[in-house]
């Protein structure tokens, strides 16, 4: 029963001792081996064999692309306007040692450096600004973070901007403060219109008066050349005069003839004697 017992024990050690020197490296990965504690080499894809007890697979790291989304994060532009933005980079590990051993994690590395990048690129930019440059953003920040991830043996592939825009409180103002530019336009534009309309009233009451005026000056000057004629025509210096207040008096009588209010009109009898009243009592 001994003898069976350590049979067992020493088929399942070499079993034991076999899984542990021989190993298949999937396509797509790539194996960091310690030995005693003490980087030996990386394992390509394939079947390899180590040294069982001593050598350690340490580190399994995949060589495909890796796509790393950098979580939703709150930035303040230059103009104090906080946004609301995330992206997604796409790595692939070029240098397995150096990814395992130059950063503790280099995933959440790449993600925590595009994160400050991130804040830092947009807070020197105006709102405006940030939300029509994504373009000029994903360059500078591929830019400003491609020899860092180089050096923990990362090469990266892409960053892509997935979503930045105003805050919930910062969209409210910006509604507010577009709703006031639009009443602000309004207002403007109503002014500017009453402003025209005002001008145009008084340079009709200008363009009115000009034109009673001239009308004014046409009549004395008719009414100067009416009375020339009459005393040119008539040697007695009273008559013209006589005519002229006679004409007068007709078209007042006629005017209150036609008035609203005036049912009767009363004529003087004898209108000459009137009128040399007139300019007797004128004298």
Known sequence: MGGEIVSIALILFLFLTLWKGVRIVPQGEEWVVERLGKYLNTLMP???VLVPYVDNVAYKVTTKDLILDIPQQEVITRDNAVLITN???FV?????????YGVTNFQMAVMNLVQT???AIIGDMDLDQALSSR??????????IADDVADWGLTLKSVE???IKPSMTMQKSMEMQAAAERERKATVTRAEGDKQAAILEAEAR?????????AQVRLANASAEAIKLITAAVPDRELPALYLLGEKYVAALKELANGQG???VVLPGDLMKSLEGLLGSRR
């Open 46 to 48: 394939g079947l390899h």
């Open 87 to 89: 992206a997604i980079a």
């Open 92 to 100: 692939k590990v070029t240098d397995t040692q150096s990814a395992v």
């Open 117 to 119: 990048s991130l804040r």
């Open 135 to 144: 373009d000029q953003i994903k360059a500078r920040l591929k830019d400003s």
């Open 161 to 163: 901007i997935q979503d």
């Open 206 to 214: 200008l363009e009115s008066a000009k034109r009673d005026a001239e």
């Open 262 to 264: 005036s049912r009767t």
